[in-house]
Structures are given as structure tokens and as C-alpha cells.
């Protein structure tokens, strides 16, 4: 079984940081990718940073550049965050793939002046 806690939410102003982190307990050695999605009021979930167990990256397109997907160890999968901009605004859920797919709580970012 594995279990996802993220933390690293919170405010933020328009072109600020924030770093996201998500730790995972259980084996996950045979993952096939560990990331990000979001999900805004209204909105459907979407994927916003993907690292694949080869180590290939994949961003939304709105973030690209702007945010970056990171292993810091073989439990934890991070996300900084720069030039936040207030549609950033929205629930990040951290996520995991192997035969199975799990999904963390999630954590709120709002990015307002």
C-alpha cells in the first residue's frame, strides 16, 4: 500500500515561489511515474509535471518554464514553483503511478496580490 502526504502549499503573490514536496511511504521502487496535477473550482483535474521512471519530464505547457519537477530522493517527488500568477491558483495532488494509481490529499496554492 502506498500513501502520499504533500505539504509546501500556502499564499503566494503574483510572480513569488512556492515549493511543493510529497512523500510517499510504501514501495515504490516499480513506479512508472510520479507527479502533479491540479484541480481548480469549476475546473477538472489536470496534469501539471510528470517525471516518468526513465527520468523524462513532461509540464503543461501553462507551466513550462516557469515550474520544475524534481526526485529528491526515491520516496519524494518535489515541485518548485516561480513566477506564480493567480490561474496557478488552484489544489495540487501528488500522484503516483505503478500497477496501480495513488493519489495524495492535496494541497491548496492561491497566488493573489
Known amino acids: 500500500q502506498v500513501q502520499l502526504v504533500e505539504s509546501g502549499g500556502g499564499l503566494a503573490q503574483p510572480g513569488g515561489s512556492l515549493r511543493l514536496s510529497c512523500a510517499a511511504s510504501g514501495n515504490i521502487f516499480d513506479f512508472k511515474s510520479m507527479g502533479w496535477y491540479r484541480q481548480a473550482p469549476g475546473k477538472e483535474r489536470e496534469s501539471v509535471a510528470i517525471i516518468t521512471a526513465g527520468g523524462n519530464q513532461n509540464y503543461a505547457d501553462s507551466v513550462k518554464g516557469r515550474f520544475t519537477i524534481s526526485r529528491d530522493n526515491a520516496n519524494t517527488v518535489s515541485l518548485q514553483m516561480s513566477s506564480l500568477k493567480p490561474e496557478d491558483t488552484a489544489t495540487y495532488y501528488c500522484?503516483?503511478?505503478?500497477?496501480?494509481?495513488?493519489w495524495g490529499q492535496g494541497t491548496q496554492v492561491t497566488v493573489s496580490s
Open positions: 500522484n503516483v503511478q505503478k500497477r496501480f494509481v495513488y
